[in-house]
């Protein structure tokens, strides 16, 4: 018997797990991941303003990397912000998550049957606790209308120093290639970057060579001598349109309670998720009594809630995939990125302010008033028939 069954061992769950590690150290864990180790293969970024300063603390055995700022380059704008950037890495998580003495993480394992008080993994084993909560990613709904963020990234050893000292978040000065595409690179030490080819694309499918060639081919032009390949990595996102959360949420009902993005819980324009893992796992160890119907309630207002605040979001949006062609679409995030720097923190931070919103649409648009127009009510609900949301 165990207090909190976790299924999967993504960053949702490795959070939880570590939160509720320090809040609640009598609470036993379980965690049946299918892989060989916690976290995948992955990188998880964000920026210093996403969290708060007890946030920063808690999290703070996980972090890998540190910078004091970024740049974005576009064909008419290049500009660095002085706003601080950290990422985790997958093997940081599971070294620190699996290191903890609450912690029985099974790996190797499928989850195949789950309800609000067990789970039965594909070894015949049957998993009982008081709360079982369910990070196994997103799950295929017609209840979103979505579009994604997809990438593949490779970490390169330079034969030389590389000379980038700070991360760069968009290099959209490259061929758009049918969607809004731009290279992203990450520093980590003097002889190793991180490179992903990253695309704002209409369909999720992946090709995963092309991407990874790309991605190489950039740091050829870059002039960085690639030694070797010492890892890849590979990601699909959700960029949410429209849609309904409650019926999302309905379907999972007498279930495990969600997290992560099975259960909404990421940014709607970059998919990115760090950030409202942190705050579910605060309230998941805030949770009395620790059950699953308890934390499904308490999760299930919080998703509503920040539905609620991110529908402007849900507008850009359709803005971005439906008021210009896809080629045209890095125009939109040419201008965003003239604006002031707080405002750019604010939108990542999901906390704009009224003036924020008003700053994102005044001016003169960088699409067709029409198109925009028109995008704001053709995208704004599911795709029926042939969707792939």
Same mark, same amino acid.
């Not at 999720?204 to 060639?213: A, E, G, V």
């Not at 008003?358 to 925009?372: D, M, N």
């Given at each position: 018997?165990?207090?909190?069954?976790?299924?999967?061992?993504?960053?949702?769950?490795?959070?939880?797990?570590?939160?509720?590690?320090?809040?609640?150290?009598?609470?036993?864990?379980?965690?049946?991941?299918?892989?060989?180790?916690?976290?995948?293969?992955?990188?998880?970024?964000?920026?210093?303003?996403?969290?708060?300063?007890?946030?920063?603390?808690?999290?703070?055995?996980?972090?890998?990397?540190?910078?004091?700022? /970024? &740049?974005?380059?576009?064909?008419?704008?290049?500009? *660095? #912000?002085?706003?601080?950037? %950290?990422?985790? +890495?997958?093997? =940081?998580?599971?070294?620190?998550?699996?290191?903890?003495?609450?912690?029985?993480?099974?790996?190797?394992?499928?989850?195949?049957?789950?309800?609000?008080?067990?789970?039965?993994?594909?070894?015949?084993?049957?998993?009982?606790?008081?709360?079982?909560?369910?990070?196994?990613?997103?799950?295929?709904?017609?209840?979103?209308?979505?579009?994604?963020?997809?990438?593949?990234?490779?970490?390169?050893?330079?034969?030389?120093?590389?000379?980038?000292?700070?991360?760069?978040?968009?290099?959209?000065?490259?061929?758009?290639?049918?969607?809004?595409?731009?290279?992203?690179?990450?520093?980590?030490?003097?002889?190793?970057?991180?490179?992903?080819?990253?695309? /704002? &694309?209409?369909?999720?499918?992946?090709?995963?060579? *092309? #991407?990874?060639?790309?991605? %190489?081919?950039? +740091?050829?032009? =870059?002039?960085?001598?690639?030694?070797?390949?010492?890892?890849?990595?590979?990601?699909?996102?959700?960029?949410?349109?429209?849609?309904?959360?409650?019926?999302?949420?309905?379907?999972?009902?007498?279930?495990?309670?969600?997290?992560?993005?099975?259960?909404?819980?990421?940014?709607?324009?970059?998919?990115?998720?760090?950030?409202?893992?942190?705050?579910?796992?605060?309230?998941?160890?805030?949770?009395?009594?620790?059950?699953?119907?308890?934390?499904?309630?308490?999760?299930?207002?919080?998703?509503?809630?920040?539905?609620?605040?991110?529908?402007?979001?849900?507008?850009?949006?359709?803005?971005?995939?439906?008021?210009?062609?896809?080629?045209?679409? /890095?125009?939109?995030?040419?201008?965003?990125?003239?604006?002031?720097?707080?405002?750019?923190?604010?939108?990542? +931070?999901?906390?704009?302010?009224?003036?924020?919103?008003?700053?994102?649409?005044?001016?003169?648009?960088?699409?067709?008033?029409?198109?925009?127009?028109?995008?704001?009510?053709?995208?704004?609900?599911?795709?029926?028939?042939?969707?792939?949301?």
């Amino acid at each position: 018997m165990t207090d909190v069954i976790l299924l999967g061992g993504g960053l949702a769950n490795g959070l939880i797990a570590l939160r509720l590690a320090a809040f609640r150290p009598d609470i036993r864990l379980t965690i049946i991941e299918p892989y060989a180790r916690l976290g995948g293969n992955h990188t998880w970024s964000f920026f210093d303003s996403d969290l708060s300063a007890d946030q920063h603390r808690w999290i703070a055995p996980l972090l890998c990397h540190h910078w004091p700022g /970024y &740049s974005v380059t576009f064909p008419n704008l290049k500009r *660095r #912000l002085a706003c601080g950037y %950290q990422s985790i +890495a997958s093997e =940081r998580l599971h070294q620190v998550v699996s290191g903890l003495p609450q912690i029985r993480a099974v790996f190797g394992r499928q989850v195949l049957r789950a309800s609000t008080h067990q789970a039965e993994d594909s070894s015949g084993e049957t998993w009982r606790g008081t709360c079982v909560i369910d990070g196994r990613g997103y799950q295929s709904s017609p209840t979103l209308n979505l579009r994604y963020q997809k990438f593949v990234g490779i970490e390169v050893e330079t034969i030389d120093p590389h000379g980038v000292t700070e991360p760069i978040l968009m290099d959209a000065r490259v061929a758009q290639g049918g969607d809004y595409r731009f290279l992203y690179v990450l520093p980590l030490d003097g002889q190793t970057l991180l490179v992903e080819d990253t695309r /704002y &694309s209409d369909i999720p499918s992946l090709d995963f060579d *092309r #991407l990874k060639h790309a991605a %190489q081919d950039y +740091a050829i032009r =870059r002039e960085w001598k690639i030694r070797r390949i010492r890892r890849t990595e590979r990601g699909i996102l959700p960029v949410v349109l429209g849609g309904n959360i409650e019926t999302l949420w309905q379907k999972y009902e007498n279930g495990p309670a969600p997290v992560g993005s099975r259960g909404g819980f990421f940014h709607h324009t970059t998919g990115y998720s760090l950030a409202d893992a942190v705050r579910v796992a605060e309230i998941v160890a805030e949770t009395e009594p620790l059950t699953t119907q308890a934390v499904f309630s308490r999760l299930y207002t919080y998703a509503r809630q920040i539905w609620t605040e991110r529908a402007f979001y849900r507008v850009l949006n359709r803005m971005l995939f439906g008021a210009c062609e896809p080629n045209a679409r /890095y125009q939109i995030m040419q201008k965003f990125y003239r604006l002031p720097q707080g405002v750019i923190e604010r939108f990542y +931070a999901s906390r704009l302010t009224p003036m924020d919103k008003l700053r994102l649409v005044a001016g003169r648009s960088p699409v067709p008033i029409g198109s925009a127009v028109l995008s704001l009510v053709h995208h704004s609900q599911p795709r029926r028939r042939g969707a792939v949301s």
